[in-house]
């Protein structure tokens, strides 16, 4: 088997993971609730080190994405520039998402795309169980990848949260999940508005809203949690200064 390089074609790619596919890999992933239909059963640590080998080749991304295969477009997501990625092809992409960990994994390039908050947007209000996932997905990758953005922007994503949480399709309802926790995970400031937003989900008389406040409170006011929280700041403060 050739070794892999920023050579390789994308059928070279394609070859290398179907001979170190592993049904073994396959059936495990349906412990997760991933679809393997699609799926070879390489994991992501090895897709990781292939994209690492290969490096950017936004041509090559498309190639990649175009075979259906699970592993590919993960490779592909990772692989595309995202200052070349437009709107249309994150949409036509999304219309593909049968799977939550392809959507959490491909809208870690979206977040990195100049239209991620009108992607967010658009997102939420598509009433798709996995491009809906999509938009809270970019949520909370927005708090690790976003570090200049203001408050204000996700203060506007917890109105979203609170507008779409009654949805409990379970890919949505946790994707709402991640997406809240991580905003409350991003300062104190913050902190403090998803986890008033948490108390009022909680009192909800609806199911889903009670069982993501409740999900919340646990978590963001954990001592764990708010340590953390007051590590960051002070280290921001400490920037600053």
């Given amino acids: 088997m050739a070794e892999l390089s920023p050579l390789s074609t994308a059928d070279e790619i394609v070859a290398h993971l179907r001979a170190i596919g592993s049904e073994e890999n396959r ?7 991933i679809r393997i239909d699609r799926a070879l059963g390489v994991s992501h640590g090895i897709q990781r080190d292939i994209a690492r080998k290969i490096k950017r080749n936004h041509e090559r991304a498309f190639a990649l994405w175009d075979t259906g295969i699970m592993e590919a477009q993960f490779i592909a997501s990772v692989t595309a520039d995202p200052k070349r990625f437009t709107i249309q092809n994150a949409r036509d992409w999304a219309a593909a998402f049968d799977s939550w960990d392809i959507v959490d994994g491909v809208t870690d390039l979206f977040v990195d795309c100049d239209f991620w908050k009108e992607l967010i947007v658009e997102f939420a209000n598509d009433d798709r169980e996995f491009v809906k996932r999509a938009a ?5 990758w927005s708090v690790v990848h976003r570090k200049a953005e203001p408050d204000a922007t996700f203060l506007e994503f917890l109105g979203i949260v609170e507008a779409k949480s009654a949805d409990d399709r379970n890919f949505v309802r946790k994707a709402i999940s991640w997406a809240l926790r991580s905003i409350g995970k991003r300062n104190m400031a913050l902190n403090r508005a998803a986890l008033s937003l948490a108390e009022r989900l909680a009192a909800s008389g609806d199911k889903t809203r009670r069982w993501l406040g409740k999900e919340a409170i646990r978590e963001l006011t954990a001592e764990k949690t708010l340590a953390g929280v007051a590590k960051r700041e002070a280290a921001r403060a400490k920037k600053r200064t």
């Fill in 27 to 33: 059936q495990g992933m349906l412990r997760y609730g």
């Fill in 136 to 140: 809270f997905a970019m949520m909370a």
